[in-house]
Nanobody, 127 residues
Framework: QVQFVESGGGLVQPGGSLRLSCAASGFTLADYAIGWLRQAPGKEREGVSCIGSSDGITNYADSVKGRFTISRDNAKNTAYLQMNSLKPEDTAVYSC????????????????????WGQGTPVTVSS
């Protein structure tokens, strides 16, 4: 069946690092731009980062620039989000999603750009 499975979340100390993975099954991830999004308790879902399928575009939310890095390995049908220097305000459920394009080299796409979503993996940054 078609699935998008996130993994790698968990509990981490402030200043620590996590690497999230998003493994696609039942479709070819290389055909799509990939976004990482997050939703903190009591907050709306927000875009974190996006990486294009073939145009070389990446973008990041201002709050994570310089700390997070998005990447993909099409041979493994998997996308990643490397999160460094984590802060308590990064606590959220992180999801990956497909999009036709990232559209911009500076701003993350609108939420309604995304077509197919994973279930998310929780990240808790404790203080």
């Amino acid at each position: 069946q078609v699935q998008f499975v996130e993994s790698g979340g968990g509990l981490v100390q402030p200043g620590g690092s996590l690497r999230l993975s998003c493994a696609a099954s039942g479709f070819t991830l290389a055909d799509y731009a990939i976004g990482w999004l997050r939703q903190a308790p009591g907050k709306e879902r927000e875009g974190v980062s996006c990486i294009g399928s073939s145009d070389g575009i990446t973008n990041y939310a201002d709050s994570v620039k310089g700390r997070f890095t998005i990447s993909r390995d099409n041979a493994k049908n998997t996308a990643y989000l490397q999160m460094n220097s984590l802060k308590p305000e990064d606590t959220a459920v992180y999801s990956c999603a497909t999009a036709p394009s990232c559209y911009s080299d500076s701003d993350t796409p609108s939420i309604d750009t995304y077509d197919f979503w994973g279930q998310g993996t929780p990240v808790t940054v404790s203080s």
